[in-house]
């Protein structure tokens, strides 16, 4: 089990609302899944919509962890972000909290980037290039593919219509598109797949292939 550095630490305690009980906790640990199993990974999964899924799946040791009370103080986190819109954008899919093995799994649906972002305080981007663009947002030239190819020099003209993620997180990302190109350190572990290590510094961009 890998220990979680202190920003994981301080993202998670941020998702869960900042309380007091929760920040108790001296260590986080992400579990990997084994092969052929379910995956019980920290991820951050966005759909062609660009809806947002946030998985958060942790070892959690306090012995006097009382799963209601988090759930009750999620939920209502939740209440009031949706209260400033007329409609929902964020829903608490699962929060469940396993004795055993003393794991912890929340799972929450999120309407866009942009909800997820604001909600967690923190850059995320999904849209095309020339979308990205236009919102400030400067698209690196140094991103490099999975056999370490460079961007070809038109690269601007191929992917003004196509999608790219941008990130700081130090998270496992799927994607909803082939990944062609990344920011440099990034792990590609998967076609539609990225792990952010923390080795990777400041902001992640991954360039999709539509």
């Given at each position: 089990m890998?220990?979680?550095s202190?920003?994981?630490?301080s993202?998670?305690?941020?998702l869960f609302?900042?309380?007091?009980?929760?920040m108790?906790?001296a260590?986080?640990?992400?579990?990997?899944?084994?092969?052929?199993?379910?995956?019980n990974?920290?991820?951050?999964?966005v759909?062609?919509?660009?809806?947002?899924?946030?998985v958060?799946?942790?070892?959690?040791?306090?012995?006097?962890?009382?799963?209601?009370e988090?759930t009750e103080?999620?939920?209502t986190?939740?209440s009031?972000?949706?209260?400033?819109?007329l409609?929902?954008?964020?829903?608490?899919?699962?929060?469940?909290?396993?004795?055993?093995?003393?794991?912890i799994?929340?799972?929450?649906?999120?309407?866009?980037?942009?909800d997820?972002?604001g909600f967690?305080?923190?850059?995320f981007?999904?849209?095309t290039?020339?979308?990205a663009e236009?919102?400030g947002?400067?698209?690196s030239?140094?991103?490099?593919?999975?056999?370490?190819?460079?961007?070809?020099?038109?690269?601007?003209?191929q992917?003004?219509?196509?999608h790219?993620?941008?990130?700081?997180?130090?998270v496992?990302?799927?994607t909803?598109?082939?990944?062609?190109?990344?920011?440099?350190?990034?792990?590609?572990?998967?076609?539609?797949?990225?792990?952010l290590?923390?080795?990777?510094?400041?902001?992640v961009q991954?360039l999709l292939?539509k």
């Amino acid at each position: 089990m890998t220990v979680i550095s202190e920003k994981k630490i301080s993202y998670v305690k941020r998702l869960f609302v900042k309380t007091a009980a929760f920040m108790m906790v001296a260590a986080f640990g992400i579990l990997l899944s084994a092969c052929g199993k379910a995956d019980n990974t920290t991820r951050v999964e966005v759909s062609k919509d660009g809806a947002v899924k946030s998985v958060i799946f942790e070892g959690f040791s306090e012995p006097n962890y009382d799963v209601n009370e988090l759930t009750e103080m999620v939920n209502t986190k939740v209440s009031e972000y949706n209260s400033d819109y007329l409609s929902t954008k964020i829903t608490v899919d699962s929060l469940k909290f396993d004795e055993e093995k003393k794991t912890i799994k929340l799972i929450m649906d999120y309407n866009n980037a942009s909800d997820y972002a604001g909600f967690n305080d923190v850059p995320f981007f999904y849209g095309t290039v020339s979308e990205a663009e236009e919102k400030g947002y400067t698209i690196s030239a140094d991103m490099v593919g999975t056999g370490d190819d460079k961007l070809p020099d038109d690269w601007k003209e191929q992917y003004a219509d196509k999608h790219i993620i941008i990130c700081e997180e130090k998270v496992k990302v799927k994607t909803p598109y082939k990944i062609d190109y990344a920011t440099k350190g990034v792990n590609v572990t998967g076609k539609k797949e990225a792990v952010l290590s923390e080795e990777t510094e400041g902001e992640v961009q991954l360039l999709l292939s539509k």
